[in-house]
């Protein structure tokens, strides 16, 4: 890649001369979180392309980035490994009407393809006349393609230093190359801590990254999960969660924290250093800027095969991710044929709250039973069918951090259906050892995609039933919670209700 650095940056310079203002990147999992943590952490570059991600199907997320650019103006990137990934898909075929309904001569050249060789989309990409089909090496799995176009290419589109980038990456592989011995050996040292130490019991790695390169774990969240979680083992990566004191925590925790020296970083360190000593494993990387982050991808690549090795599964395949995948095609099949989604009575409902998944007479005491069920070594995930935005979020993870504290239990947020490209291979592959609460909601708008009889509701629906049917299927303990009304004051009514079962519990 450092031989394409030229080319690519010559492409980027090409977009900038012909005036485009914006790039969407239409992608999941692998193809859209190591873009998302270079926008986040460099911004566009003087005169470059502002870059958005969509790795949604949620209508209302994905209409906010349509209203923020100048379609005209803007590059679509289309990034999928198979080139058939159903979100990806859904989102290009939107898009492209919208391009082509411009009246614009040649919508291709608004569109590039990132792809491995000889997919649909590289043949598509090809057919429509599209400005570039960038084809990666086949041999390269989708969350370990940071380094390579997947990455590389938006990463040169916004004008990020994506040379300096590849020269810390190239700097990382020769102090972990094969000659080195293990205890200097930065990947193999860090692999082991992480593989050991899940052994051990310590397989809840809770990452503390310093807020200059913030969105980095979202990135080391998928490569984990998904490398890890099968087998009914797994490491299970916690991002986000911001630390507590001791008493909040399990002895099923290692604390990794990416230390770029700031202030933030320094009060960090103080906390670590309490839970330290009160008996909690840290690990400590120093980073010296925010592009040690190119070493810092190939570390934890080679940091997550060692653990895969020493937990004895393969950390190269994902064979868990296609059961949700096929129960949401299923469900789409149905709704084809009848015009509507298989969808369950709920068990109790009450206000602008539905609950499906534990019987009770009331909501607070289903959400007390389901709570109940918290042992130690377990893990909450809180699975969020809403769009991304702040303000819904902020109930959530609020909730997120009154559960830890109350239950001792790690916790997790993931947006869907994007989690289901990262930590869904864990949840369904690895211990039996979480409870998930599934968070979905009528949304006010709606939106068709163009060719088949389905709209972005009804696919993002359908994701969360089959996702639901997956975990119930192989008896995870699992909670489905619907609202309907205005999204924000339904989450302060979950947000109030969490709150009033952990009282009842406690």
């Known amino acids: 890649m450092i031989k394409e650095v030229p080319n690519l940056q010559k492409f980027a310079e090409e977009l900038k001369a012909e005036g485009f ?101 590289a043949e598509e990409g090809r057919n429509k006349g599209f400005r570039a089909v960038f084809e990666n090496r086949e041999d390269i799995g989708g969350r370990y393609s940071a380094l390579s176009y997947f990455g590389l290419v938006p990463g040169a589109i916004i004008g990020a230093p994506i040379d300096k980038l590849l020269d810390r990456a190239q700097e990382m592989s020769k102090e972990c190359g094969p000659d080195v011995e293990p205890k200097d050996n930065p990947g193999v040292w860090l692999g082991t801590i992480m593989g050991e130490m899940a052994l051990a019991g310590r397989d809840k790695l809770t990452l503390v990254i310093s807020p200059g390169i913030g969105t ?41 924290h990416l230390d770029m020296g700031s202030p933030e970083d320094k009060e960090m360190g103080q906390k670590l250093e309490s839970l330290a000593q009160a008996g909690h494993p840290v690990v400590t990387l120093r980073l010296a800027g925010p592009t040690d982050m190119g070493g810092e991808f190939l570390r934890w690549e080679i940091a997550t095969a060692i653990a895969g090795a020493i937990l004895g599964i393969n950390p190269f395949d994902e064979p868990n991710v296609q059961e949700s995948k096929d129960n949401t095609n299923r469900l789409l099949k149905e709704y084809e044929n009848t015009g509507k989604l298989p969808e369950p009575e709920p068990d109790i409902t009450e206000d602008s709250i539905s609950l499906y998944g534990y019987q009770g007479h009331t909501l607070t005491g289903a959400l007390e039973a389901f709570l109940s069920s918290a042992k130690a070594g377990d893990y909450l995930a809180i699975m969020a069918y809403v769009p991304y935005d702040p303000e819904v979020e902020k109930p959530l993870q609020e909730a997120r951090i009154q559960l830890r504290d109350a239950l001792r239990i790690a916790t997790t947020f993931g947006y869907g259906p994007r989690f289901l490209h990262s930590t869904g291979q864990l949840h369904k ?51 489905r919670v619907h609202l309907r009304g205005e999204l924000v004051e339904a989450l302060r009514q979950l947000q109030s209700l969490v709150q009033d079962a952990i009282k009842v519990r406690s």
């Open 21 to 121: 203002t914006h790039a969407v990147l239409l992608g999941m999992g692998g193809s859209s979180l190591a873009p998302d943590v270079l926008r986040h952490t460099f911004g566009s570059a003087q005169g470059y392309p502002e870059l958005h991600v969509l790795d949604t199907t949620d209508s209302t997320t994905i209409k906010s980035v349509e209203d923020k650019v100048d379609l005209a103006k803007t590059l679509f990137i289309v990034a999928s490994k198979s080139g058939t990934t159903i979100e990806t898909v859904s989102q290009f075929k939107y898009f492209w009407e919208k391009v082509s309904s411009l009246g614009i001569s040649d919508p291709g050249k608004h569109f590039i393809a990132i792809t491995d060789p000889g997919t649909k989309l």
């Open 216 to 256: 980095f774990g979202y990135w080391v969240e998928q490569l984990i999960a998904e490398s890890t979680g099968k087998e009914g083992k797994g490491i299970l990566p916690v991002e986000g969660e911001t630390l507590g004191e001791p008493s909040s925590y399990g002895d099923d925790r290692l604390f990794v």
């Open 429 to 479: 592959g690895g211990a039996d050892n979480g409870m998930f609460l599934q968070v979905t909601y009528d949304e006010p708008q709606d939106m068709p995609i163009p060719g088949v009889p389905y709209s972005f509701n009804v696919l993002k629906r359908a994701q969360a039933l089959g996702d639901f049917e997956a975990l119930k299927g192989r008896g995870r303990r699992v909670l």
